[in-house]
């Protein structure tokens, strides 16, 4: 992986970040290599000047994080040139397209932040002109139907040892095989009866260029153009051309395209096109504990793995926004990454780095306890009520505050508090003084089990009145401060803690990556307590739950007066200081 990428591969430790960038999107995306090809045309007069880019995806299922690395170039490197980007479906294999890929595909790119304005296009829309060019190349004899199997093709193709061999329809007359494509084209013959391929080098050391198919039979019913056609361009040969029809001067692609790069300019110096593209390529990205391919991930939702595309442990766009990812946090990453000439795995703490940069920055601060213990204020009146100010974020004092109730039972974390603490143990057990967040000083002097099981139901403490806020007026230093909520006004909740999906570095190694499958990377919890306020959040909502990490409003189940809250990430990474203690005690 180049340097300009960010980071090294994940060896188990965090990644180190850099210095936090802005995540303005009006700021000028960094320099790289394409830029300085784009500037170089510009000095050479290349294209008047223009530059005209485009995000080409497949309605074939959801973007993922990896696509917002093309948008975020295409995009941005128009942006920054004063030029346009086009949103084109590339839909040309109606068997997998849908059009609930297609709106949630723009969805996506309006969230990360880009508009196409009226440069919305689908490679259906020149379906006619694509064929008028296939007969072209047809009647300049660089074409021919052949009607062979694709078992015969294929095994023709040779490999990267031995040349092709020439297929017996390689000579066929033009005349022949111009009729025999109307008749693809009218219906006449079943599917794989006949291609049309390129006429171009069986020898050739690039396989691509061995006459390669640009044209099958595929009686599919097409989201857009219904039956109107039954025969279909490849994805080679229509890119190109579409490309070519909409007057791109810079067509970026990912590092697996390069090798398709000589058939893209052979194709476009064969035909009448009013232009001819540019493509350049670079390096994808990869995740590490993450699965990028759209394949794997469509197992992953056919098999009732995870709940839908926008499952908030999904890589999709669509699952980062609904577990409370902001397009400011996947920008900045982006532009952290950098764009590279060599494919590397980026490790995903980078991106969490991000993500909690924006986050601590952007998010309101709220109580919330996941796993209530109750705790009662012995000393403190019945049906008193305190009134707490509560800062909404300490870093930025212009955010006000708010008023949270402290009454005489409230909720604690049952992990802060130990019958028998550990050594540097600060937070509450049976003698021991702590301070409520925003409230007073409490010391717990016993503690109620249920009879049956031995566990702790209820603590039994006594306040200090001469503490109110947190701060005792004899000056005593109180070290372990804890989060609460009054039971009398907490508000019910059920919050998912949500964790990587995968928990191999590299799921893809091995023979199946499904085996991979982290078991605990969902835990739902009901009867959490949240402070009152919450009552009002809003889906999508950004909150900080002190002490417990990054959450949000469930963009599909926070309704009707349910509240459900998804973690979107905790405070630290976890996952890097337990596998530097592993290491450590390896």
Not at 299 to 311: A, F, M, N, P, S
Not at 551 to 574: P, W
Request: charged share 30%.
């Amino acid at each position: 992986m180049s340097a300009s990428e960010g980071t090294p591969k994940s060896t188990g430790t965090k990644a180190v970040p850099a210095q936090s960038q802005t995540s303005d999107s009006s700021t000028q995306p960094a320099s790289h290599f394409i830029h300085d090809i784009i500037d170089e045309d510009r000095r050479a007069g290349k294209n008047g000047g223009r530059v005209h880019t485009r995000f080409p995806p497949e309605p074939n299922g959801y973007l993922h994080i990896g696509h917002a690395k093309s948008i975020c170039l295409n995009f941005g490197t128009a942006k920054k040139y004063g030029g346009l980007c086009n949103l084109r479906f590339d839909d040309t294999n109606p068997t997998t397209e849908n059009p609930e890929y297609v709106a949630s595909i723009q969805n996506d790119v309006r969230w990360l932040g880009f508009e196409w304005d009226d440069r919305l296009f689908y490679a259906s829309d020149y379906f006619e002109k694509l064929y008028q060019f296939a007969e072209h190349l047809i009647e300049t004899d660089k074409a021919y139907v052949d009607s062979q199997t694709h078992e015969q093709i294929s095994a023709q193709r040779g490999d990267f040892y031995r040349p092709g061999q020439d297929s017996p329809d390689r000579t066929r007359a033009k005349e022949e095989s111009r009729a025999l494509f109307r008749r693809m084209r009218a219906g006449e013959f079943p599917d794989g009866a006949h291609v049309l391929r390129a006429k171009i080098d069986m020898r050739s050391g690039n396989l691509n260029l061995r006459d390669p198919v640009i044209y099958r039979i595929k009686r599919a019913h097409h989201y857009r153009t219904a039956d109107s056609w039954c025969i279909y361009p490849m994805y080679d040969y229509a890119h190109c051309v579409s490309d070519a029809l909409e007057g791109i001067t810079h067509s970026l692609c990912t590092l697996e395209f390069e090798d398709h790069r000589p058939l893209y300019d052979w194709c476009l110096d064969q035909l009448p096109v009013p232009c001819h593209p540019q493509q350049i390529e670079f390096a994808r990205l990869n995740l590490s504990y993450t699965v990028l391919s759209k394949r794997k991930l469509l197992q992953l939702v056919e098999d009732k793995l995870v709940d839908g595309w926008d499952d908030p442990r999904m890589p999709t766009l669509a699952g980062l926004r609904r577990r409370g990812y902001t397009p400011e946090a996947i920008r900045a990453f982006c532009d952290r990454v950098g764009v590279g000439k060599r494919d590397g795995v980026v490790d995903v703490s980078l991106l969490e780095y991000h993500l909690r940069e924006d986050l601590n920055a952007r998010a309101a601060r709220a109580m919330a306890v996941l796993r209530p213990l109750r705790v009662v204020i012995e000393n403190f009146s019945e049906g008193e009520v305190l009134w707490c100010e509560a800062q909404n974020h300490p870093e930025y004092p212009e955010r006000g505050s708010r008023k949270v109730p402290f009454g005489r039972v409230v909720y604690i974390e049952q992990d802060d508090f130990r019958e028998v603490p550990p050594k540097k143990w600060f937070r509450l057990t049976v003698g021991s003084e702590v301070r409520l967040r925003y409230a007073c000083l409490i010391r717990c002097h016993a503690v109620v089990k249920d009879p049956a099981t031995g566990e702790v139901t209820e603590l039994r403490c006594t306040w200090d009145p001469d503490s109110r806020g947190g701060s005792p007026k004899d000056g005593r230093k109180v070290k372990g401060t804890l989060h609460w909520v009054s039971a009398e006004h907490a508000k019910d909740a059920e919050v998912r803690l949500y964790d990587r999906l995968f928990s191999q570095e590299n799921p893809n190694d091995g023979d199946d990556f499904k085996s991979f499958l982290n078991q605990s990377s969902l835990q739902v919890l009901r009867g959490c307590k949240v402070e009152p306020a919450l009552a009002a959040s809003q889906p999508a909502e950004l909150y900080q739950f002190e002490r417990l990490g990054y959450f949000c409003g469930d963009n599909k189940d926070l309704r009707d007066g349910k509240l459900v809250f998804n973690r979107t990430i905790e405070l630290r990474d976890s996952w890097a200081k337990i596998e530097g203690r592993q290491q450590g005690e390896s």
